[in-house]
């Protein structure tokens, strides 16, 4: 009887096992779908507009973060700005 039950045991830990692997490769699979899809899109916004990475960082971080913390993410940003405002 105890052999049966530690049988069932191993059993149900290699079932869980390749359970959570499987469903941890399709959730991989899904991000990866996600960020091909919105890679030309985002293509869009930030080439065609003329937003550069600065700006389109330093918006999307002003709804995380506030704005006295912004130009602490985008300062490593502004020497690869083009223009003489920029120059260091």
């Known amino acids: 009887m105890a052999d049966e039950i530690a049988l069932q045991a191993v ?14 490769a399709a959730l991989n699979d899904v991000l990866i779908a996600l960020q091909d899809a919105t890679r030309p899109d ?8 003329g937003v550069g990475a600065a700006v389109g960082l330093s918006k999307a971080a002003n709804v995380f973060v506030g704005m006295v913390e912004v130009p602490l993410l985008v300062k490593p940003y502004l020497a690869h ?3 003489p405002c920029f120059a260091g």
């Open 11 to 24: 059993f149900a830990v290699a079932i869980q096992k390749f359970a959570v692997q499987q469903a941890g």
């Open 42 to 49: 985002s293509a869009m916004v930030f080439g065609h507009l």
């Open 81 to 83: 700005v083009p223009g």
